[in-house]
């Protein structure tokens, strides 16, 4: 079993829709949760960055952590075509002072006009 | 700033040639990493280093394998000889320090061994 494990997808959705892209994870040390957008021949970028448990919003995008349930959700309202790409979920649980992150397949995302 | 910059952007080799891939952090970045992407594992880890160290190799999936930092600006990752199971693109980012801050990511190398 996978420490993360992500949907590759692809999801598609029409412009505007809301778009819902989650992880799970097996680690409950785990403690720094992320999402990165990667766009086509890019380098992932980070978009959110979440602490612990919580809600965390930043214009159109909000990541939910439950630490309970061992899943995070990334949330996109108002899609735009914009939005076309592949979204990575990763943790970290900082052991050893340093912040290795565990990276989730990568969510393949078209938002279609 | 420029980011992380990485050279060159595609490469393609014979198998058996060595391949020496390149980077430079973002100035004043403690930390550096390498990554590979592939269609069936992902975003994997290679090596790390701090101050110009190496700290963590243990995703480095062999001997053929190497990397170096011998400066702060500076860092190559080299296959030698070269698989064609090696074709991936490679990323390098760095981060300011280790504890939770981002790693930002350069462009990457897509390197294909024919």
């Known amino acids: 079993q996978k420490e993360v494990e992500q949907d590759p997808g692809p999801l598609s959705v029409p412009e505007g829709a809301i778009v819902s892209l989650n992880c799970t994870y097996s680690n409950s040390a785990f403690q720094y949760f992320m999402w990165y957008r990667q766009y086509s021949r890019k380098g992932p970028e980070l978009l959110m960055y979440?602490?612990?448990?919580g809600n965390k919003e930043d214009g159109r995008f909000t990541a939910q952590v439950d630490k309970s349930s061992k899943y995070i959700s990334l949330f996109i309202r108002d899609s735009q075509p914009s939005d076309s790409a592949t979204y990575l979920c990763?943790?970290?649980?900082?052991?050893?002072?340093?912040?290795?992150?565990?990276f989730g397949a990568g969510t393949r995302l078209a938002v279609h006009p | 700033d420029a980011g992380v910059i990485q050279s060159p952007r595609h490469e393609v080799t014979e198998m058996g040639q060595e391949v020496t891939l390149r980077c430079k952090p973002i100035?004043?970045?403690?930390?550096l990493f390498w990554y590979r992407q592939t269609m069936m594992r992902g975003l994997e880890l290679l090596i790390y280093f701090n101050n110009n160290v190496p700290i963590d190799d243990s995703g480095m999936p062999e001997d053929r394998f190497s990397a170096k930092m011998p400066n702060a600006s500076f860092s190559t990752l080299k296959i030698q000889p070269s698989e064609p199971r090696d074709s991936a693109v490679y990323f390098c980012a760095s981060s300011p320090r280790a504890a939770e801050e981002t790693q930002y990511f350069g462009p990457g190398t897509r390197l294909l061994v024919l």
């Open positions: 979440t602490y612990s448990s």
């Open positions: 990763a943790m970290s649980s900082l052991s050893g002072g340093y912040n290795k992150l565990i």
């Open positions: 100035s004043g970045h403690d930390y």
